[in-house]
């Protein structure tokens, strides 16, 4: 490993649980919320056109975020309190959802929301990676992405519990819980792992700032592989427009919780055995395949031919997350030299979040204009060509490609 590569050992193994936990504890917020969202946003007269606009806007911001984010982190000693405001202010906002009385009221909300997961992505991802050595990549995210999808199990599994009882906003209240227990964690749980001052600038001056795009060159395997990542992502809109198609079919709108339960569980089943396995084969290849599996759920979710077919495809989706999320990381983290990868996750962030801001607004005019399937078939085939274009992208320098 070169200077500055990561101490292992139980400090690092703090960070990973860390990391896992505050991930877990977001996810079971953020879930609680995400998945009632859409039948609480028709309650308010809201359709496909505003749940795209709203989430096209939080999605746009959350893209700057990300890539300034990035920058930051290459520059910053300490990278744990953007991490932590991150979480923070996420995790803030969410039981305001509450007291909302206008679907143009939830704009701000997830604006704030999106903007603060933007905040954190890149610092958090390039500590998770100073934390391990090159050879665990995978399997790191893996682990923290694993977390992730099981608050993703409890938030809807809770939402599902109380919907009846209490209702849709009281799901918004009881998400302030495990999103103040997700802040404590990563206050007290994450240590730091930055560059000193020193060993990023030898010669004892303080230099100013470079822009945004200066520095060490990206290599041209990373402005591959973002290409492919960024035609993919303009297919690949809200999740929630898939709970409208379900319910569009029949799935009653008190399931949708269920939905993401059953999407999720196969998402952290999958996600730390894909990324492990990444470590030792084709990382290319596994993305390549979570990229076809897209395609045939969405594929699927556009015919859709009976809610049977739903009901697996979106037990089928959750494959798709486990081989790209953690895998697609290494594969950026490993392309690029130590001392710019948050420059390059930012960018990477930056550019698939405008892809997918795009996304829903071209799937809810699409939608608007040519009905449900349309959207769908579009989205199903971005996703065949970007899974092509994974294979052909240039291999890594070593015995994996």
């Known amino acids: 490993m070169s200077a500055g590569s990561p101490e292992h050992g139980p400090s690092a193994a703090r960070n990973l649980y860390a990391f896992g936990i505050t991930s877990f504890l977001n996810d079971t917020a953020s879930e609680m919320a995400y998945w009632v969202l859409p039948a609480f946003l028709a309650s308010l007269g809201a359709g496909?056109?505003?749940?795209?606009?709203?989430?096209?806007?939080a999605e746009s911001v959350a893209s700057f975020a990300k890539l300034f984010s990035g920058y930051l982190t290459d520059h910053i000693e300490r990278r744990k309190p953007l991490v932590v405001a991150g979480y923070f202010v996420a995790n803030a906002v969410k039981p305001i959802l509450a007291v909302v009385t206008s679907w143009w009221q939830i704009l701000p909300i997830r604006f704030v929301d999106r903007l603060a997961k933007g905040v954190r992505g890149a610092p958090r991802d390039v500590m998770v990676a100073e934390s391990v050595g090159e050879n665990r990549l995978g399997s790191a995210y893996g682990l923290i992405q694993s977390m992730d999808s099981a608050g993703a199990i409890a938030g809807p599994l809770t939402a599902l519990a109380m919907l009846a009882r209490y209702g849709t906003r009281g799901v918004f209240w009881a998400a302030a819980v495990p999103g103040a227990l997700c802040v404590l964690v990563a206050v007290f749980g994450i240590r730091e792992t930055g560059r000193r001052a020193g060993t990023r600038n030898q010669g004892g001056t303080q230099k100013a700032m470079p822009s945004l795009f200066a520095g060490p060159?990206?290599?041209?395997?990373?402005?591959?592989?973002?290409?492919?990542?960024?035609?993919?992502?303009?297919?690949?809109?809200?999740?929630?427009?898939l709970v409208?198609?379900?319910?569009?079919?029949?799935?009653?709108?008190?399931?949708?919780?269920?939905?993401?339960?059953?999407?999720?569980?196969i998402y952290t089943l999958g996600s730390w055995p894909a990324g492990w396995f990444s470590d030792r084969f084709s990382r290319r290849w596994i993305a390549a395949t979570g990229y076809a599996i897209f395609g045939a759920v969405y594929f699927v979710f556009g015919r859709a031919p009976s809610m049977l077919a739903i009901w697996l495809s979106m037990a089928i989706y959750g494959l798709y997350y486990a081989l790209t999320q953690p895998v697609l990381k290494a594969l950026v983290v490993e392309a690029v030299s130590q001392d710019v990868r948050g420059r390059a996750l930012g960018i990477y962030f930056f550019v698939t979040s405008v892809a997918t801001l795009a996304a829903s607004l071209i799937t809810g005019e699409l939608w608007k204009l040519y009905g449900a399937s349309v959207p769908f078939y579009f989205s199903a085939g971005l996703a065949a060509i970007s899974a092509v274009l994974l294979l052909v992208a240039p291999a890594q320098k070593s015995n994996r490609t």
């Open 48 to 57: 496909p056109a505003q749940l795209g606009l709203i989430e096209g806007i």
């Open 217 to 241: 060159k990206l290599s041209g395997r990373f402005y591959f592989v973002l290409v492919a990542v960024a035609l993919f992502s303009l297919g690949n809109s809200s999740d929630m427009f």
């Open 244 to 265: 409208l198609r379900a319910e569009n079919v029949g799935i009653p709108v008190s399931l949708a919780p269920l939905l993401g339960l059953v999407f999720n569980l």
